[in-house]
């Protein structure tokens, strides 16, 4: 069984139906296939009418949810013979990042991304996915040795937001973050970033400042979370939420009319959450027809189209 949203009550009333249905047998002339079959419709039906119009804060519980893939499986699923990499060679690792070579679809490759973790205590040991300064000092190694061996950098983005306790901000924190933008844009290969699920404040630009940025159909991208916005505004981190979300125009369809991001990549019915091998998938495809895109385009050319794109930003016509 799933773990349901709140929104999505209907829809799992419909599938526990259909689970007592399956395990009955046939008996008094009722066909059991038969009926699952049309509450499986049904279901099929309510998740295209609830998923076609998702307001932005329950697009936001969608990329918080705990069965969405994370970056390690994407990394998994896509790179071949993957090589972890780990140490910021100045303080400690942070496995809030994860990052290391392999090839993907033959190609070589740096990949870099936030790991939320799975389960209670790989969320503790993964923080998260919320980066100290040495998992971004470690992201920038990463990026200078894919621009040293002229390697194309992949990055997965997943994360709240850096992580805001008092022994990360005595270690820099601010300064690695903005140390990891200027390297991203100091590149001199193809940056492919792509949110997979939260994007959130400048623990993401750090690895998201990128020659293509993709976000996942049910993503969010923002400088802060609605409940922050919320509870800064309004002193209200409950029901002003709802308001903060829609506000702060975080969807992937908000973003790509104002020019933040580049494409969308759609998800399977009902969120990356229930099949996650089709989302793997096709966040694939959209990488490798970036890569194309990108490919055999002048390392200066890449980096000074790179740095206009954000400077571009906001600029008033």
Known sequence: MHNFLEFEKPIAELEGKIEELRHLTDNGGVNIAEEVGKLQSKVDKLLQQTYAKLTPWQKTQVARHPDRPHALEYVNALIEDFTPLAGDRAYSEDRAIVGGLGRFRGSSVVVIGNEKGTDTEDRVIHNFGMARPEGYRKAQRLMG?????????????????????????????????????????????????????????????????????????????????????ASILWRDGEDAKITAAEALKITAEDLKSLGVIDDIIPEPLGGAHRNAEAAISAVANALETALEELSGIDGGVLKTKRREKFLAMGRAE
């Open 145 to 229: 040795m894919a621009d040293r061996f002229k390697l194309p950098v992949l990055t997965f983005i997943d994360t709240p937001g850096a992580y805001p306790g008092v022994d990360a901000e005595a270690r820099g924190q601010s300064e690695a973050i903005a140390r990891s933008i200027e390297v991203c844009l100091s590149l001199k290969v193809p940056l492919i970033a792509v949110i997979i699920g939260e994007g959130g404040s400048g623990g993401a630009i750090a690895l998201a400042t990128g020659n293509t940025v993709m976000m996942m159909e049910h993503s969010i991208y923002s400088v802060i979370s609605p409940e922050g916005c």
